[in-house]
């Protein structure tokens, strides 16, 4: 008998697995303690339990810019009453998409997203209210920032009066139709970090959440402007690309560094896209075909974040299915869990809840047992902490019964957040 390849061996061991409810639990294991009368009580072992709440163009919430601040408040209540419904325990809310804000900051204007005109206080406080009301409910809530995205639009005209990306026109590359701030310029690094750490010295968030933007996502025939910044603080490094790297790599040590300073014992995380890079790029790499890889187009190192133990947890974004030719889901399962391995970074897994019964989709997001197939797998390794899930809006709507089949396989019982 020939020696199975590692993908086709995950693959055999998934056709086997048994998810009928209570079948294997989250994280790997069943805790079971004993009552009163003397008999067993199962409960949950830790683990991560969470989802994504995103607002950038009223993804999840609110549903549509310009509602009353009353009605906000009952929206953003209800995606928290429903992650108690299903026996999660984080939510994670993206309180700065575009170089904006969801509190009062000092340093950005209130997000379009809120009132639908940038600048434009809504009325209430979103983040500090949604930090309120997670912890009453038993929820962790983690602040989700993204570092450098400014707007998605190429007009800086259309920027609040105020904004900073219009008083230092300079910090500023426009780049694919969108506006981001350019990250090799020590003075912007500098600024997002003291607008994103103002929250957390106002807030007693569980978590600093950034997502997968550093760097743009490459578009065909569109160079990043960043010359004038390589010219003046590129000159130690060997390359262009490795000095991008150094600019994220600086970032991520130096938030790091601001949230201990700033709310000691905060944690902090990132959600990065799933392929550090290819095999056939680097040995060291993922068995994937995958047309972006995080360290050669992102200029983001997230397999080095892990192993220097520079974060709290790693959340990659593993969207694809069991089988996927280009990128299979057990596959880089199995990797990150290596890069895991004996490391003091937690590892969850990001879920794409939106998937299933999407149009458009594979045939295997059309099965309602592919997402419990997920956790199912996950449970093998036990450097895998916990999963969160993409996103409030899917989680609301459940379009085909994933998620009901994912807590009933998997989330019978309550579970703490790892620490």
Known sequence: MGRMSRRTFALAAVSTLVTAPGAAAEGGAVLVRRTAQGGREPRSAAAMR?????????????SRPGRTAAEQRKELIAHLDRAVRDRLNTVILQVRPTAD?????????????????????????????????????????????????????ADPGRLAAAHPARK??????????????NPGLPEVRAFVQRAMLDAVARYPVDAVHFDDYFYPYPVAGQTFDDDDAYDRHGGAFPSRAAWRRDNIDTLVRETAAGIRRVRPGTRFGISPFGVWRNATTDSRGSDTRAGVETYDDLYADTRKWVREHWIDYLVPQLYWHIGNAAADYAEL??????????????????????????????????DPVELSRHLTLAARHPQVRGHVFFAARDLAADRIGAMARVVADHYREPARPPR
């Not at 230092?168 to 701030?181: C, D, E, Q, S, T």
């Open 333 to 366: 399962l199995a990797w990150w869990a290596g890069v895991a391995q004996g490391g003091k970074t937690h590892l969850y897994i990001g879920e794409a809840l939106y998937r299933a019964g999407a149009a458009g989709q594979p045939s295997a997001w059309r």
């Open 168 to 181: 230092h026109p300079a910090w500023v590359v426009p780049y694919g139709g969108r506006l981001y701030y």
């Open 101 to 153: 804000a969801l509190w009062p900051s000092p340093y950005e204007p209130w997000s379009e997203w809120l009132t639908g005109t940038q600048g434009v206080n809504p009325g209430w406080d979103p983040l500090g209210t949604a930090v309120t009301e997670a912890h009453a409910r038993g929820l962790e809530l983690h602040a989700w920032f993204n570092p450098y995205r400014i707007a998605n639009h």
């Open 50 to 62: 969470g989802v994504w709440i995103a607002t950038v163009g009223n993804r999840d919430w609110p």
